[in-house]
């Protein structure tokens, strides 16, 4: 298998959302008297001009698909006007390791390698920066799938010890992303924040007022919001005035912690910092800036998000666009059989019997059973007896099965045609006119 794009797209497919009608320049008179104050205040207290145009994403080695937001934003926005958002709300657990192909035995492979502690349900906003990462020692004698691998690998590693200072382990991973991938022809955005932030402004403060002033609206329209999308968030505990709000709060040891009202009180009179859930979030980012991109997943639970702010304070956050690409690896692969023998025969040991008797009194047994009443005593009888002639079958024809397991590897071709056609692969290891190229815009 060839790198190159394995989507029915080329390049960097957008697809727009209209914000229901409304124009850009019309956002400002959509926002009720709560917020619209605060919108431009916050602008500045985060550093971002208006007409700016973002993307927001969890910190750590970024595949090619995430890395087209960055490139879709910094092709479109005004001069100066670029937002990189690092999601650092999440307990992502990527963030303090990487991956990458390798060859075992002549086979694609993958290793990974962990360079700080496991996130473990901690925001990587309240994890400290790595000072001495972990794993530079395992890239030594490694079979790399591609000859450049150890060499980028290595780049990485670099820029996490340059960046031993940033403020979090967060940041640190964002940053180390960006200068691996700057010398291969990436642009970054001219502006970086953190989600972290976003509740230190005005206009975060001002959204917790409204959440606090009725908990109880706020978490049902929430949950009613996920009718759009079901598995976009876990529904919120609906206890009147005590109701938990879409924030985070920190527990022991940097855990977080669902937030209730009294809970978010508390905090505040004690000065412990807050955090948005994915919802506000993005809500908030949409509302600062002129344009945001998405990537397939936060497109389909914006649907809800919308819902849950027109629904619960009349907001249309700004329009959206949603990105992707898919490229991948040059790596190669033995082609599979299309049909895993050995699963096939073990599941149906029948088939194994070369008189044929066999297939036909399971068929027999099968069609007796479906004759019974469903959810029968009689129907399980006949299925434990079709059960009891299988294990009988598998017994009779060990030796076959053995002599399958022995010469069809097909599992582990499966896997190594899967990983060599993984669109999830650090974008750092792909060869810099691939890079450059989807910022470029040749990639269009």
């Known amino acids: 298998m060839s790198g190159g794009r394995a989507m029915g797209h080329t390049g960097i497919p957008s697809t727009d959302r209209p914000m229901h009608g409304m124009r850009e320049g019309d956002l400002r008179e959509a926002i009720p008297g709560p917020l619209s104050g605060s919108i431009d205040e916050s602008r500045r207290q985060l550093g971002i001009p208006v007409g700016a145009h973002g993307f927001g994403h969890q910190a750590g080695a970024w595949h090619m698909g995430i890395l087209a937001k960055q490139a879709a934003v910094v092709q479109g926005a005004p001069p100066s006007a670029s937002v990189h958002a690092i999601v650092d709300h999440d307990a992502n657990d990527d963030a303090t390791s990487v991956r990458a192909p ?57 820029e996490l010890e340059r960046h031993a200072d940033a403020p979090s382990v967060a940041v ?49 329209t929430f949950n009613a919001s996920l009718a759009q999308a079901p598995r976009a968030a876990t529904p919120l505990a609906e206890r009147g005035d005590q109701s938990e709000l879409p924030l985070w ?13 009294t809970a978010v009180r508390e905090a505040l009179s004690k000065g412990e910092p807050i955090l948005p859930r994915a919802f506000v979030a993005s809500g908030l980012l949409r509302l600062l800036l002129s344009r945001f991109v998405h990537g397939v997943g936060g497109g389909t639970y914006e649907l809800a998000g919308d819902a849950w702010w027109h629904a619960w304070i009349g907001v249309r956050p700004g329009p959206y666009t949603i990105t992707t690409a898919t ?18 025969a073990w599941t149906n040991p029948e088939l194994l019997d070369p008189s044929g008797r066999a297939l036909e009194e399971r068929q027999m047994m099968l069609a007796a059973m479906q004759r019974k009443p469903s959810g029968s005593a009689a129907r399980r009888a006949a299925f434990r007896a079709m059960r009891d002639v299988i294990e009988t079958l598998r017994s009779r024809y060990a030796l076959e099965l053995d002599d399958l ?24 290891l792909h060869d810099a006119g691939t890079v450059a190229g989807m910022f470029s815009g040749s990639g269009r």
């Open 102 to 158: 390798i060859l075992r035995d002549g086979a694609v492979d993958g290793l990974v390698v962990r360079w700080g502690p496991s996130i473990a349900g901690s925001a990587t906003a309240w994890m400290p920066a790595v000072k001495r990462p972990t794993g530079r020692d395992r890239l030594g004698g490694v079979d790399w799938a591609l000859p450049w691998i150890g060499e980028r690998l290595q780049a990485w590693f670099d």
């Open 172 to 220: 640190q991973a964002a940053r180390a992303n960006q200068g691996v991938l700057v010398p291969l022809g990436a642009r970054p955005c001219t502006i970086t924040i953190t989600t972290s932030s976003l509740m230190t402004t005005a206009v975060g403060h001002a959204l917790v007022d409204l959440m606090l002033a009725d908990p109880a609206r706020c978490a049902a």
């Open 249 to 261: 709060l920190m527990g022991k040891g940097g855990l977080r912690r669902r937030a209730t009202a």
């Open 327 to 344: 490229e991948l690896l040059p790596l190669s692969a033995p082609s599979a059989p299309s049909v895993d023998l050995l699963r096939r």
């Open 405 to 428: 397991r022995q010469r069809a590897p097909a599992r582990e071709q499966r896997r190594a045609e899967a990983l060599a056609s993984d669109r999830t692969w650090p974008a750092m």
